[in-house]
Each structure stands twice: as structure tokens, then as C-alpha cells.
């Protein structure tokens, strides 16, 4: 295929750590080589990375000579389907544990073809709605598509649905006040015991736009 070609590194939970894009004719090898040059600097704690068998031969070794300590080795695994698993099994069980999470949507516009769409008044465009809640990471834990006309508050309500039987460990949920009125009373009571609690978080007054807060 002609285009283009993203070179990743991430982490054991799927956070990219380094991403680069090049041309899809960079063989991976020697993308890796760029990419992973700035771990003689950062990541001093990184020991160990899993690869595929694309990256085996000399790039292993290369790696390993990017530091005189906290060495870094390569390891190259041939069964590309063993790494999904290993992948898929470290995210699910970070899913699982899961305490907090952030409820919101976007809507985006789209064209006529590939499924329903609708007219989001406050944002003013015709397409689709994504729903998500993800935790207080960003992982993902549930999305859920619809045409755009959908209200947040009903989206919500089908998307935490699943609530009731899955994600045990979740006990808060943060939202905008888009999702005020019933819906924290819902959700509160799709449990018997360790029932989750929706806060709305809510603009202070005056302030334009969002406000970000960083962690220590």
C-alpha cells in the first residue's frame, strides 16, 4: 500500500510513551532505530521492550549499547498472536480495577453513508455521537456510537447500563452538566451494594472554556 507509516512505543498499559510517522516503505527496523535513539536520554527507568519478529536481528543489541546503565534489551517474540493476548489481558485487568472514571460525548461530522446520523443542535453539525467513559488514565472502558441528535443523558443511560453486572471496583463517576437531572439517581441504583455515584461538575461561574489541572 502507498502512505504512510506510525511507529509506536508503548507502555505495558497502552499509553504511548514515543510515537514518529514516516513513509510506509521505512522498513520497521530502521524506524525503530530513530524512535527508540531517545531513550539514551528519557525513560530511565524502561529496562525491557516486546517486539515482533520484524525487529529482530541487529536492533536488539543496538538498543542495549544506548545506555552505559540501566540498560535497555530488546526481546523479539515470533508469535505476534501470544503479544495480543499478553496486551489485551494486562488492559482488561487494569479495566477491571477501575475505581474512577470520566463520562462524556463528542459529536462529529460525518457523511450519509455507513450508518444512522442526526443533527446536533449545540454544536451545530450533522453526523455522530461518540459516548465514553474512560478512567482517570484516559484508557477506555466503555464507548458506544449513535447519530448525533441522540441527548447525552440517553446515551449515558444505555451505555452504563452494563454497570449493573460489570465493573465492580468503579464507585464515581465524574460528568458535565449535561448529564444532570435523573440520570445520577439512575445509576445509583443499578446496584444493591457497591453502588456507583455520578458528581456533576459543574463550570465556575464566568469561566470560558476548560480548565485543566495537573497532577504532582
Not at 455521537?129 to 477506555?140: I, N, P, Y
Not at 440517553?154 to 448529564?179: E, H, N
Amino acid at each position: 500500500m502507498c502512505g504512510r507509516k506510525r511507529h509506536l512505543l508503548v507502555d505495558t498499559l497502552g499509553l504511548v510513551l514515543l510515537v514518529m510517522v514516516t513513509a510506509a516503505d521505512v522498513q520497521d527496523r530502521d524506524g525503530a532505530r530513530t524512535l527508540l535513539s531517545g531513550l539514551a536520554t528519557h525513560y530511565r527507568r524502561l529496562r525491557v521492550i516486546w517486539a515482533d519478529g520484524a525487529y529482530a536481528g541487529a536492533l536488539p543489541s543496538w538498543v542495549r549499547g544506548l545506555r552505559k546503565w540501566g540498560k535497555v534489551r530488546g526481546r523479539c517474540r515470533q508469535r505476534l498472536a501470544t503479544n495480543r493476548l499478553f496486551w489485551t489481558s494486562v488492559v482488561l485487568s487494569w479495566r477491571a480495577a477501575a475505581s474512577g472514571a470520566v463520562l462524556d460525548s463528542q459529536s462529529v461530522r460525518t457523511s450519509e453513508q455507513g450508518g444512522a446520523r442526526g443533527y446536533d443542535g449545540a454544536k451545530k453539525l450533522c453526523g455522530r455521537k461518540r459516548h465514553l467513559l474512560v478512567d482517570t488514565l484516559g484508557l477506555v472502558l466503555l464507548v458506544m456510537v449513535t447519530a448525533a441528535n441522540v441527548q447525552d443523558r440517553d446515551g449515558a443511560r444505555t451505555l452504563l447500563s452494563v454497570l449493573a453486572t460489570q465493573f465492580r471496583r468503579l464507585r464515581v463517576i465524574w460528568a458535565d452538566g449535561a448529564y444532570a437531572g435523573a440520570l445520577p439517581s439512575w445509576v445509583r441504583g443499578l446496584r444493591k451494594w457497591g453502588k456507583v455515584r455520578v458528581e456533576i461538575v459543574r463550570k465556575a461561574k464566568g469561566r470560558r472554556g476548560s480548565r485543566w489541572y495537573r497532577g504532582a
